[in-house]
């Protein structure tokens, strides 16, 4: 039997990822929108504005041109105030050493504070233990990138599956993938996120693909939709829209429970 959200928070080992389970279901909503603007002010606007309808938002930090703390201070402000988790996209590629310094230094310093951030698999084990020195005594999650979106990614098969098989071992840190679709059986905990969700147009001209909110949670039991042009692109009513995908990503839900 498919397991709600609520049953789910209390399994995992990770805080992280029993907070986020928990808040999904207080706020109904298995929305993440993923919010990729230059600019502070478009970025904190668009945040405030479906701040009430996500659980999750999603930054790519590093295309912010007017970057400071400020930033960082008020983002947290609003995770706060509107009850939702951050997620730094950052992609993390390199060997464990690296990956730490990367994670906890530099401008960013990503580690103090996004609740999560993710990695991939392409260098081994190391970039996991790596991350984990810092991310895991801040009770931090991570999750690993098993599959891509964009056309002709090399993240399928065998590469998935050692994917999954690197997150089992490190069930204390690794709360989940990136993915298109459920990868382990429902009496292992992982959550899955899925980019490339849209429900007007069926790809960019840069090889993103998009799936409907429908076919990503029912058909292909992933627990989170991730949504970013559909919701802020091309002049379009973020509140609207963000309302849209919230309210498409749950009915998909209770779908799959049967409900
Ligand atoms: O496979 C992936 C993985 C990620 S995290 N495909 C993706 O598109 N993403 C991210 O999801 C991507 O970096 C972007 O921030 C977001 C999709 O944005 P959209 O505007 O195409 O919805």
Redesign the pocket.
């Known amino acids: 039997m498919v397991k709600t959200y609520a049953e789910r928070a209390e399994i995992f080992q990770n805080e992280t990822a029993r907070k986020l389970f928990q808040c999904i279901e207080r706020k109904k909503s298995n929305l993440c929108v ?1 919010v ?1 603007v230059t600019r502070k002010t478009e970025l904190l606007d668009i945040v405030d504005k479906v701040g009430p309808y996500i659980c999750l938002l ?1 930054t ?1 930090v590093d295309v912010i041109e007017d970057f400071d703390e400020d930033l960082i201070v008020k983002l947290r402000a609003l995770s706060e105030s509107h009850d939702f988790m951050i997620f730094e ?1 950052r ?1 993390f590629a390199d060997i464990g050493n690296t990956v730490a310094l990367q994670y906890s230094s530099g401008i960013y310093k990503i580690s103090s504070w996004a609740h999560i951030t ?1 990695a991939h698999t392409i260098p081994g084990e190391g970039i996991i233990t790596g991350l984990a020195q810092i991310g895991k005594p801040l009770g931090r999650g991570l999750l690993l ?1 098993a ?4 056309a002709g ?1 090399l993240a399928t098969g065998s590469y998935t599956d050692a994917t999954v098989a690197m997150a089992r071992k490190h069930k204390d840190f690794v709360i989940g993938f ?1 993915a298109g679709r459920k990868l382990t059986g429902d009496d292992e905990d992982f959550i899955v996120m899925s ?4 429900l007007d147009v069926s790809g ?1 001209a840069l090889g ?1 693909r ?1 799936r409907t909110p429908e076919d990503v949670i029912v058909s292909s039991g992933s627990d989170i939709i ?5 919701i802020y ?1 091309n002049g379009r009513d973020v509140v609207k829209e963000a309302k849209r995908y919230r309210d498409a990503g749950w009915e998909a839900y209770l779908t799959r429970l049967g409900l």
């Open positions: 993923a990729d999603k790519h996209d992609k993710n990138l599959e891509m979106s964009s990614s990136i980019p490339g969700v849209g960019d993103q998009y991730i949504v970013g042009r559909g692109g």
